[in-house]
């Protein structure tokens, strides 16, 4: 009998990622923080050292092909203006408290991260060919889109409002921005550049949402199963004893205080159990953990 089957099993199972998008997370969230380093960093940009930084942190192509490639990830800690952090700070705000909760706060920072690289690896590849005029491009735009990407295949049916006033499905939102970040682009309109990280960012957060979750969880999980797998009766019958108390334990922990209080590590610990189990019995199929 899988965990599945046991009482606590049904409050966990319930708790649907279209739920999950409206409810709170931890505490200690890891979105507070990156809107507080994005916002210290934006005072210190005003109060006098804005040049300076923006001069080794920015992203800017030729430095990056000659070995400065930090500036892949620190220009998108960086804005040109009150307006620009504030919209990305808000995006990052609605779109990040859920996904962190489903992600956990490792994952939720490397895809934050790596749609934010993309953005600006996709940006450094049109002007290293001539398509864009090469310049500086900073902002976490390719970051947040990247979340909204995700959360577009995630939460279809959620509603975002557009101006705060007209709610629209946010897969709606994401075609429609993709859309003109591709036409922006193509034609080499206003803010081209920008665009281009964001249409990178955001192709990654869908790719990741559908595709990337599924195979790294799964690469992983297999890994660490096997050598459970491997072992003789005796191992494979203290395993199982070990995984129905370790399960329990969390099953309680959720009974009591939700799905949201459990760590990184609580999760991987079910998932893996959960994982042994299936095998067993025959039903692994690689599916990744909410």
């Known amino acids: ?19 999950s998008f409206v409810r709170q997370v931890r505490p200690r969230s890891v979105v507070k923080t990156l809107i507080i380093i994005n916002v210290v960093i934006y005072v210190l940009c005003v ?34 203006g009150t307006t620009h952090l504030l919209m990305n700070m808000i995006g990052l705000h609605f779109l990040g408290r ?46 947040v889109l990247g979340l909204l990407g995700a959360a577009a ?6 509603e975002v409002y557009v101006y705060f006033l007209f709610p629209v499905k946010i897969r709606v ?45 799964g690469y992983r999980r297999q890994a660490r199963v096997k050598p459970a797998q491997m072992g003789g009766f005796r191992k494979r019958v203290a395993q199982r004893r070990a995984d129905a108390e370790l399960i329990d334990r969390i099953l309680s922990k959720v009974h009591t205080s939700g799905v949201a209080s459990l760590s990184e590590r609580e999760r991987d610990a079910l998932a893996d159990a959960t994982m042994r189990q299936q095998a067993e019995e025959g039903g692994y199929d690689g599916s990744s953990r909410v």
């Open 1 to 19: 009998m899988s965990w599945q089957d046991r009482e606590y099993a049904k409050e966990y199972e319930g708790v649907s990622r279209q739920a």
């Open 47 to 80: 109060v006098g050292s804005g040049d300076t930084i923006f001069r080794w942190c920015a992203m800017i192509t030729e430095p990056v092909l000659h070995g400065q490639i930090w500036r892949l990830v620190t220009s998108d800690y960086l804005h040109w």
């Open 98 to 143: 859920p996904l962190e909760q489903i992600w956990g706060p490792r994952k939720f920072v490397a895809v934050y991260s790596i749609a934010g690289i993309f953005g600006s690896l996709f940006y450094m590849v049109l002007t290293m060919t001539g398509w864009l005029a090469s310049g500086i491009a900073a902002g976490a735009s390719g970051c």
């Open 153 to 158: 295949v995630l939460f279809p049916h959620a």
């Open 173 to 217: 939102v994401a075609l429609v921005l993709g859309g003109w970040y591709v036409l922006n682009v193509f034609q080499g309109g206003n803010n081209a550049g920008g665009d281009a990280c964001h249409l990178a960012g955001l192709g990654f957060g869908v790719w990741w949402a559908m595709k990337g979750e599924r195979w790294w969880g």
